[in-house]
């Protein structure tokens, strides 16, 4: 008996120390998106080194990823992460709605807090066989488009958003001709994907649609998985340039003694070593040095953002994207 | 027997029972299901109520979730029915029928229980898609399945087939062969040996089955976005609807639809049971051997 209690003592004590010992070693968590799992897991050892060398601290960043729409709802309900990095400012500001975050998020870091961007780009199959060129091309008789659901995934929602875009910046476009147009192009879409990379899998493996719509970075995964011949990239004559929003969450953080961390964490992703990982990563980079160093894989092309044609993702996201929207007339006419 | 035992037991119910803790297990019953059941489609309720009657109302009667309604339900009806002549059948073969490997393929039965429905999904549009195995057979012949409401059936048809064999199989397996040998020597056609001897008998157990594939297709969502193509008014299930709701950060409108496809559900259970108590007590009050009652 005398025994036991004599064990149960020292294991207490030994608890209590690796209690401790983890207490002063700090972690801190990075809520992402689904497809940013390369991203990270290439930047966190980068940035782990680099604040040991800078602190002596030594960091734990741990990761959780999945839609994104569902991670933040996971961190609005208590999941707590000290950042979130995602690909949809809305996002980011459904975070602050809540209350998590400052409703200015995009000004707290540069280039509106997102510290690499992707172009929407068209995959065809090799050599090109029906001669895409730009979205003008698309809305043709007898093409079938590949996308993921445009009102469910971040994915679906920047092609659309791009194919919008770009009738409405053609010589004489307005909200109608564009309305004219989108309507045109859906209808070549015969079936959405649930997801952005099950739509990669209609197009590739099972062989549907004469063309994907995606994210440029999305298209060298591609390449890395399934083969580089199998395919070719098109650039449009203009396209969407997507964001990739990043933020400190300030509730999270203030309580669990983060913020220097965390806002660390984020910054680096602007410092030249940051940089070089997003361009390896194939996202473009904000850095000019560094994006022109990279010139080989990100060929220059006309992008147009969501402030310049739509305002803001929240003006673009409840014109088009809320129930009874731009997308849903479309179907409710039929 | 267990006849027999039935007046024992019921005159000696009120003085004591045969096993003790009755209250203490119907306590734990009562917060286990409270828990885990009641309290989620409470909350479910509740987050509903903080719109209006008429928001709700007009959330739950859009075009576009009646489409879903009639994608969803009809889907998982015509799934239910085809795992209801198939699933027998398999069960029937399975219970009356010595082939070599039978132990395999009862055991493959079990397969859609235990495969991630997401698994199930993506596998299954691979097949059907024309360009698969078995579409590009199907196209030919001018069956297109995935990315179709056809599609959804196949993928409801794949994870509901269990739930028939495994509640028809063991009531298969209690009605004697010698039961048919009887019927036959009394003169009955194979045709009436089924239709008045073993179907009576197996109906109960087959509505079941039915009942929870149906019950399961209807709730179901990891398989069916796969193959379903997913189009506004075509083929767009209601759980769909629901997650394009959250998209939209619109949990009181996700909820509302949630309500509709738990009550819709709810009557349709609660009818089926009916009929279910009906045909039990139909068939029982004919005298054909009490004893396979489930």
Redesign the interface.
Known sequence: MHKTLKLAFATAALLSLVASAQAQQKDILNVSYDVARDVFKDYNPRFIAAWKAKTGETLEVKQSHGGSSKQVRAVADGLEADVVTMNQPTDVSFLAEKGLLAADWNKKFPNNASPYTSAMVFIVRKGNPKGFKDWSDLVKPGVTITIPHPKNTGNGRNTYLAAWGWALRQPGGNDKTAAAYVGAFLKNVPAFAPGGRDATTNFIQRGQGDLLITFESEAELIAREFGRGNFDVVYPSQTLQTEFPVAVVDKVVDKRGTRKQAQAYLEYLWSKDGQENAAQNYLRPVDAEVLKKYAAQFPSIKTFTVEEVFGSWDKAFNAHFKDGGSFDQVYQSK | MGRLCRPFFIMTRKSHRVLPGFGLSLGYALVYLSLLVLIPLGGLIAKSAQLSWPQFWE?AT???AFAAYKVTFGCALLAAIVNGVFGLIVAWVLVRYEFPGKKLVDAFVDLPFALPTAVAG?TL??LY????WVGQFLEPLGFKV??RPAGIVVALIFIGIPFVVRTVQPVIEDIEQEVEEAAASLGATRWQTFRRVLFPALFPALLTGFTLAFARGVGEYGSV??I??????I?EITP?LI????????LP?ATVLAVVMLVISFVLLLSINLLQWWAAKRHSGRHIDAGVQA
Do not use: C, H, V, W
Not at chain 2, 129 to 132: M, V, W, Y
Not at chain 2, 243 to 250: F, H, N, R, V
């Open positions: 959330i859009t075009a576009r993506i549009t691979t898609a024309n360009t698969g995935a990315f976005i796969f379903a193509g997913n189009m506004p008014m083929s769909l997650i394009s709701k959250l998209e939209q950060y619109d409108g």
